[in-house]
Nanobody
């Protein structure tokens, strides 16, 4: 059974940085795309960043140049480095993975397994 556990969220001020981590278990981590999504109150879940098994990356327009996704296959962990945080980055951040190996995916509907989420709050 695939399990994803996020950590690293918290309350920070605008301009600060945070690094989120997502530890995966239950199958061969390196073969699957991983994504970070976020959902703010009253808004749809949106792509933050995704990384394929081949380490190709995609980013949501609002975070390009500020956030970086990476993966450590030896640790079965995907990271999201968030710099220059803004109040509009406030949301619950979810880690997700696909059920299709060697794929590249950016839409929430392409992801089949989700973590419980971690809250990120950025104060102005």
């Amino acid at each position: 059974q695939v399990q994803l556990v996020e950590s690293g969220g918290g309350l920070v001020q605008a301009g600060d940085s945070l690094r989120l981590s997502c530890a995966a278990s239950g199958r061969t981590f390196s073969s699957y795309a991983m994504g970070w999504f976020r959902q703010a109150p009253g808004k749809q879940r949106e792509l933050v960043a995704a990384i394929s098994s081949g380490r190709m990356t995609d980013y949501g327009d609002s975070v390009k140049g500020r956030f970086t996704i990476s993966r450590d296959n030896a640790k079965n962990t995907v990271y999201l480095q968030m710099n220059s945080l803004k109040p509009e980055d406030t949301a619950i951040y979810y880690c997700a993975t696909t059920s299709t190996p060697y794929s590249r995916a950016t839409a929430p509907s392409h992801y089949d397994y989700w973590g419980q989420g971690t809250q990120v709050t950025v104060s102005s």
